[in-house]
């Protein structure tokens, strides 16, 4: 068990071991890979799922002295991040199919 502690100050913690881990996509912009959760070469974000479906929202940064965070998003927002990304619709935990195909600019 690898117990993380949300960055909230409520004491909340999640196993990460034993939840479903999504990394942000990127893409090459000619010069740098770009997260397209934050659009930035800097930043980056990625997603926890939880055993009881509870979204955990990981930021971090490659800014020396920058606080990494982890915080509790609602299944909305974790919608939304997954509509930022290129997954195929078999990466996409079930839970959330339908928000983000009606997120989704085709």
């Known amino acids: 068990m690898r117990r993380v502690a949300l960055t909230d100050n409520s004491g909340s913690w999640f196993d990460e071991e034993k939840a479903n881990v999504f990394k942000e996509d990127t893409y ?35 800014f020396q002295g920058s606080r990494e965070t982890y915080e509790l998003i609602s299944k909305r927002e ?11 619709d078999d990466e996409i935990p079930e839970v959330f199919h339908f928000e983000v195909e009606k997120l989704e600019i085709k």
């Open 28 to 62: 090459h912009d000619g010069q740098n890979w770009i997260s397209k959760a934050t659009g930035s070469q800097w930043e980056h974000e990625v997603i926890y799922v939880t055993k009881e479906c509870r979204f955990i929202l990981n930021h971090y940064s490659n």
């Open 78 to 88: 974790a919608a939304e991040w997954f509509a930022k990304q290129s997954f195929d």
